[in-house]
C-alpha cells in the first residue's frame, strides 16, 4: 500500500498542474492515470502544436450552470501567469488570431514543461495504472486501487477528464466517483464537435468537401460567432461551427451569414448601375466559392440570371438567403471528435475557491470533469492551468 497526502487521478492538462503546486507546498503527491504517457490530450491539441492559452481568457468565455464560478480562479491564475511560466521554461510560441497562442515547435513541449514542473516539485507519477474503486477511509482520507496498486491519501483529486476522444482512453471515471459521493452530475454531451447532415442535405452539398467560407454564425439562443465553416464528407466543420455546436440543441437550426461583411441586397443594385449585363453567378462566385454558388444555382436557390434581369423583389430574397442561410444539423460527431465534453460535476456541489467538494472533505474535482466548458481557442486549457493551480493550494 503507497501512502501519500495527495493522489491525482488523471496526468493531463488540470491533474499536472495540479500536482506540481501541491509538491511545490511540500505535500508528497502520486498522479495515477491509466495511459501509457502523460498529456496525451495536450499532445494531439491544435494540430499537435497545442493552443496552450489565450491572451482575452476571461470568465464570458466559458459555459457553465453557475456563470459565476470560474471567476475566481481565473481571476487568481491568469493566462499572463500561464504565459510568464512557460517563458521561464523558454517555450517558443507565436500568436494567432483572436488572441491564440500555440507552441511554434510541437505540443510536447508544453508537456515537458509540466513534467519538469511535476519533477522539481517532486511528484512521483504512475501511468499503466487504470483506476478500478475508490473508498472513504474509516480514520479519514481515501484509498484508490488501480490496476497496480493501492494507494492512500489525504486529499483526493479527480482530474480524469470527460468523454472526448474514446480512443485515447476516456472514461467515465470522474462522474462515477462523483456519483458515488452523492454529488450531482449534470447530463454530459459531445462540444466543440463537427456537424453531421441529414441525407438530403449531404445530397446537395456532395462536392462541397474542403470548401471553407468565412461566416458570421449563430444559434437559436442568439449566440454567434464569427470564424470560418468547412464542408466535409460528413457535413459542417470549421471553427465557427465547432464554436456554435456548444450552444446546438438537437432539432435546432443554425442561421449562417455567408457575407457578413456585405449589405448584399445594396451590393446588387450597385453592380446593377456598374455591370447590369454580368450574370449574378459569376458576380457572386468573385465573393463566395464557386462549387458552394453551382450548389445554390442547381437547387434553384438563386436565380440564373444577368444582374439587369432581377426584379427588385428576387433581390430582397436573394440577400436574404445569403444573410440568413439555415442548416438544421442531424447531429453531432459524438465524442469520438469533440473537444471537450459539456456538462459533468455541477460546480455547485464544490467550492470555487479550492475546488473541494462541499459535501466531502478532502475530495476535488478540477478540469474537464467538471460542469465548465470554454470556446475554442485555448480558453479549456486556461481553465485547466487556473483551476489546477487554485487546486493544487489548498489539496
Keep these: 500500500m503507497l501512502q501519500y497526502d495527495v493522489v491525482i487521478i488523471g496526468a493531463g492538462a488540470a491533474g499536472l498542474m495540479c500536482a506540481a503546486q501541491a509538491g511545490y507546498r511540500g505535500r508528497r503527491v502520486a498522479v495515477v492515470d491509466m495511459g501509457k504517457k502523460p498529456g496525451r490530450k495536450i499532445l494531439i491539441s491544435g494540430g499537435g502544436r497545442c493552443n496552450f492559452t489565450n491572451e482575452g481568457a476571461s470568465p464570458v468565455n466559458y459555459l457553465c450552470g453557475n456563470p459565476h464560478f470560474v471567476k475566481s480562479c481565473l481571476s487568481r491564475y491568469t493566462q499572463h501567469d500561464f504565459i510568464e511560466l512557460v517563458d521561464r521554461h523558454g517555450l517558443a510560441y507565436h500568436h494567432k488570431t483572436l488572441g ?40 479519514g482520507g481515501y484509498q484508490v486501487a488501480t490496476s497496480e496498486s493501492v494507494f492512500t491519501c489525504e486529499s483526493l483529486v479527480v482530474a480524469a477528464g470527460g468523454l472526448t476522444m474514446p480512443k485515447l482512453g476516456a472514461t467515465p471515471i470522474g462522474y462515477k466517483i462523483a456519483e458515488q459521493f452523492n454529488l450531482k452530475v449534470l447530463p ?52 465557427a461551427i465547432l464554436q456554435i455546436s456548444s450552444f446546438w440543441r438537437a432539432g435546432q437550426a443554425v442561421t449562417i ?24 453567378k459569376n458576380t457572386l462566385s468573385n465573393i463566395l466559392p464557386k462549387r458552394f454558388i ?31 442561410w439555415q442548416i ?68
Design 257 to 280: 451569414n455567408l457575407l457578413p461583411d456585405l449589405q448584399l441586397d445594396e451590393a446588387i443594385h450597385q453592380w446593377r448601375k456598374e455591370q447590369g449585363s454580368k450574370s449574378l
Design 100 to 139: 491564440q497562442l500555440f507552441c511554434d515547435n510541437s505540443a510536447q513541449d508544453i508537456v515537458d514543461i509540466l513534467m519538469t514542473e511535476c519533477e522539481w516539485a517532486g511528484v512521483e507519477l504512475h501511468l499503466r495504472n487504470e483506476v478500478l474503486n475508490v473508498s472513504e477511509l474509516a480514520e
Design 328 to 395: 438544421k444539423p442531424n447531429g453531432t460527431e459524438g465524442y469520438r471528435t469533440a473537444e471537450v465534453t459539456l456538462g459533468g460535476v455541477d460546480t455547485d456541489e464544490l467550492s470555487s475557491k479550492t475546488f473541494e467538494s462541499k459535501k466531502q472533505k478532502g475530495l476535488y474535482f478540477i478540469g474537464e470533469v467538471t460542469d465548465v466548458t470554454g470556446w475554442l481557442g485555448g480558453y479549456n486549457f486556461q481553465y485547466a492551468w487556473s483551476c489546477g493551480w487554485a487546486c493544487g493550494q489548498a489539496c
Design 188 to 239: 454530459t454531451m459531445a462540444a466543440l464537435v463537427p456537424f453531421t447532415l441529414h441525407d438530403h442535405d449531404k445530397t446537395r452539398f456532395d462536392g462541397l468537401s474542403g470548401v471553407s467560407i468565412p461566416c458570421l454564425v449563430s444559434s437559436e439562443c442568439g449566440t454567434e460567432f464569427r470564424e470560418n465553416i468547412l464542408f466535409t464528407h460528413r457535413g459542417l466543420s470549421g471553427p
Design 294 to 324: 453551382e450548389v445554390l444555382l442547381n437547387e434553384q436557390a438563386i436565380p440564373d440570371k444577368a444582374l439587369n434581369q432581377l426584379t427588385h423583389t428576387e433581390i430582397d430574397e436573394i440577400a436574404k438567403y445569403i444573410h440568413q
